[in-house]
Each structure stands twice: as structure tokens, then as C-alpha cells.
């Protein structure tokens, strides 16, 4: 799987600086850098590869795009870096945010979604 480098890094011998990709197909090595927050997952994705649910709560005239929230257990069940970066992503101010107050703003942020 393919993750952003979050600080200097050196993984199978290469060495990564914050925001290099880096591809990690060691899932035990992957679990202990994204652990330590060395390395974060793509915005919207787990470690594992699955990308988040979008619970949707309303249909535009578009049919093809819902406009909903992420899944607040999904959110729950990520490392606190990983919440940090999407939340970044999102537009969300971060600034001293726990990661249960992460949780909360992210899954308040309504998001389209392709269906």
C-alpha cells in the first residue's frame, strides 16, 4: 500500500522526507511506523486500504453523489496522526484538538461521495 512519508524515514533501506510516497507492502512494518506516526495514510483511506464510509444522509438532483458524514466508528478506530492529516485535508482547523475532539469535527464535516 502506498503512504505519505510524515517526517524523515527509511524503510527496506530507501530513505523518504515528509510528504515522499512510500510503499510498504510489510503490513507488520506498516502497523508499527503508522503507530509511531512516521508514516500516514492517504486522506480517506485506512491502513489496511479500505477507504471510509461516508454514512449519507441526503441525494442531490445528481444521483451519481450522496452528501453525507464519515462514519464516526471508522474514525474512532484510526491513529490520532491519521485523524490529524485528514482533518488537514478537510479544511479543519486542527489546533489543539484531542483525538476524541478530532473525531467529533471530522464527522461533523459534511462530504459528498460518489455512489
Avoid at 503512504?3 to 522526507?17: D, I, L
Avoid at 478506530?77 to 482533518?87: D, I, R, Y
Amino acid at each position: 500500500m502506498i503512504y505519505t512519508a510524515n517526517s524523515t524515514v527509511t524503510v527496506e533501506g530507501k530513505s523518504y522526507r515528509p510528504g515522499d510516497s512510500v510503499d510498504i507492502q510489510d503490513a507488520s512494518a506498516a502497523k508499527e511506523l503508522l503507530a509511531v506516526g512516521f508514516i500516514v495514510t492517504r486522506p480517506g483511506e485506512y491502513a489496511s486500504g479500505e477507504t471510509l464510509t461516508v454514512d449519507a444522509q441526503q441525494e442531490p438532483e445528481d444521483s451519481s453523489i450522496a452528501i453525507g458524514h464519515l462514519n464516526k466508528e471508522e474514525l474512532e478506530a484510526m491513529p490520532k496522526a491519521q485523524l490529524l492529516t485528514l482533518a488537514e485535508n478537510m479544511g479543519l482547523d486542527t489546533k489543539d484538538l484531542t483525538k476524541a475532539k478530532l473525531v467529533e469535527a471530522i464527522a461533523a464535516a459534511e462530504v459528498q461521495a460518489e455512489v
